[in-house]
């Protein structure tokens, strides 16, 4: 009697025995493209509105207001500007990236092939990061060929520090915001009434000292303020606020969120039906 064949063994899942590099470049890649794509949209048109926010808080005003922290006006708002830019476009890629795939069914491009949650969050995140340091550099550039704007690097560290912390922040708030949206209504509802309120009034164009209360106390609540505050310290040489509590919370906000978005991604969360 003939040996019955072996019954043929299912295919088994790729493993990786690590860090899947390949799947996470590849991820990053799209994400990068994605934006680059349309740089006339992502990556110039906000570049155009920071001027157009130049020539009213600025230009407008020129000769009435008084230098701020000893340095000019115009010096003072630039790196505001330049920090609005990254938080805004940092949020805009990973969460528009996000609900997309959603609405279009193409969830499955990420989480079909062998990706881990630590390498999809990652991939998303830096992807907005890297949108957000893109755009706050050519803001920058372009900020610095203005007159009366007087570009100096202080302290190289902070600019750094939080301008790669603020779109790594806002990456994962980003994140976050596509898993919970289900239409762009949803994801206009956070950007008009949370993320715009958030970066207006947290010193971008003026000093929050000089707020009346209780919208000063308020704006120390504001992790934007210690953002924008650390990073134009870089520029100028001088905070506003507590430099330690905002070096602190960056680095807390940035762990905390990026491990929240890990939970919620290897749960499935508004991913998987």
């Known amino acids: 009697m003939k040996d019955m064949a072996a019954a043929p063994t299912p295919p088994q899942p790729r493993d ?12 990053y890649l799209k994400e990068v493209r ?5 740089g006339m949209q992502t990556v110039a048109a906000p570049v155009v509105t920071s001027l157009l926010y130049m020539m009213v808080f600025v230009v407008a005003v020129r000769g009435a207001a008084p230098p701020i922290s000893g340095v000019a006006f115009a010096t003072f708002v630039a790196p505001g500007l330049i920090m609005m830019t990254i938080l805004n476009n940092a949020f805009a890629n ?4 996000l609900l997309q795939a959603k609405m279009m069914g193409l969830t499955s491009d990420f989480m079909t092939p062998p990706l881990s949650p630590l390498e999809q969050v990652a991939a998303f995140s830096l992807g907005a990061g890297t949108r957000g340091i893109v755009v706050g550099f050519v803001t920058a550039v372009v900020c610095a060929l203005l007159p009366n704007v007087h570009m100096t690097f202080v302290q190289p560290w902070a600019i750094l520090y939080f301008g790669v912390g603020a779109s790594l922040i806002l990456g994962f708030v980003g994140i976050l ?18 993320i715009m309120p958030m970066t ?32 134009r310290y870089g520029f100028i040489g001088h905070a506003n606020g507590n430099l330690t509590a905002g070096v602190l919370m960056t680095a807390v906000l940035t762990v905390g969120l990026a491990v929240t978005c890990w939970l919620l991604f290897r749960a499935g969360w508004r991913l998987k039906t």
């Open 16 to 27: 990786y025995a690590g860090f899947n590099w390949t799947g996470f470049q590849t991820l």
């Open 34 to 38: 994605r934006f680059w794509k349309v």
């Open 94 to 97: 990973s969460s528009s990236s």
């Open 177 to 194: 915001t596509g898993l919970w949206s289900e239409k762009f209504d949803h994801l206009a509802a956070i950007t008009n009434f949370l």
């Open 200 to 231: 207006f009034l947290s010193g971008t164009f003026y000093l929050v000292d000089k707020l009346p209360e209780p919208f000063r106390t308020a704006s120390h609540f504001n992790p934007f303020f210690y953002l924008i505050d650390g990073f």
